[in-house]
């Protein structure tokens, strides 16, 4: 009897712990665990991450959930988001129907929205240095210059009306500055070219042409500036990244990351990019199939990576990195203090990052 006992209490146990739930992100006991154990199963099947995993942890719906925005506004399609240096989150929405400029706190709390009726079709967010805030409409072919309240402070192009000269644009998608507080407009989907222009807004210089050899572009979609003032510009068509001096004086290429879509480097020249494996990708996909990579700004080398949908994104001073997506969301990626956890759900539990 005792034997029997004791046999039905192991087969219990043994059930027990077959039922116990098991920790997400780690395979079953009883699983293989791949070849890159310190990032969950991975199946043979599939290649590793381009520079290793990053371990992030990411918000989804940022700015969303919770839910504090005005009745009836929605993002629809986030096409950039930017960050002052409060922290407080800018993101520039395509859904015309209520204001398309809209700020956050850094914990996705609405603070304010302008811009009604202004844009034909938001493309580009940046804030300079001074903290004014800078929007492009690419159909519209203007810039707009803000303070970060949104009252408008300067407008460069003419709505409506597309050109190629000194006092036009033909839909320009993005905006960076050098140290002297130049800036440069990568104009874009109708021009083809960069245009630099002085902290004033005086025209200096434009550089390229259609085509693919150094120094033309199929589609400058996205531009930064890093600490030595050199120029960078996804040329996303051609499936590289062109980098020149201040001058317009082309220095390399890479062409190694795919079809770069968007383009952030940090004042301590830390570089992110959202791209893709290749042009016909991202258009057949609509920007779904992303990855988020980190970049060394010297040699374009792949220091991590992780997938992610994504137009646009921007970086904080804390490690953030915000995407913004065509799928209407705004991603936000942490350093992640709770890898492999669902950021959201220990927000909610109210779970401090582990120190």
Known sequence: MKKFTMLALMLLTVAVIAQAPLTQGQPGPNMPRGKAPEQGYVPEGWPAHPGGLLKYSVEIRFGEEPETMPEGMKFGRVSAVTTDNEGNVYVFKRDARTDQLVVFSPQGKYLRSWGKGMFTRPHGLRIDRDQNVWALDDAGHQVFKF?????????????????????????????????????????????????????????????????????????????????????????????????FDASGKFL??????????????????????????????????????????????????????????????????????????????????????????????????GTPPPK
Not at 223 to 239: F, G, L, M, P
Not at 286 to 303: N, R
Not at 314 to 335: D, E, H, I, R
Request: glycine share 10%; aromatic share 10%; hydrophobic share 30%.
């Open 147 to 243: 303070t970060r309240d949104g009252k408008l402070l300067q407008t460069w192009g003419v709505k409506g009306t597309p050109g190629n000269d000194a006092k036009t644009f033909n839909r320009p998608t993005d905006i960076a500055w050098d140290s002297q507080g130049n800036a440069y407009i990568s104009d874009g989907y109708g021009n083809r070219r960069v245009v630099k222009l002085d902290k004033a807004g005086n025209f200096v210089s434009t550089w390229g042409t259609e085509g693919d050899r150094p120094g033309q572009f199929r589609l400058p979609h996205s531009i930064a500036v890093d600490s030595k003032d050199r120029v960078y510009v996804s040329d996303r068509e051609n499936n590289r990244i062109q980098i």
């Open 252 to 349: 390399k290429e890479w062409t190694h990351l795919g079809c770069t879509q968007g383009m952030y480097i940090s004042p301590k020249d830390e570089m992110w990019i959202i791209t893709h494996r290749n042009n016909s990708e991202n258009i057949t996909y609509d920007t779904l199939a992303g990855q988020l990579m980190k970049l060394d700004v010297e040699s374009g080398k792949i220091l991590g990576s992780m997938e992610s949908p994504g137009h646009m994104l921007t970086g904080a001073a804390n490690g953030v990195v915000y995407v913004a997506s065509l799928t209407g969301n705004v991603f936000k990626w942490q350093p992640d203090p709770w890898w492999p956890t669902r950021a959201h759900e220990a927000i909610a539990r």
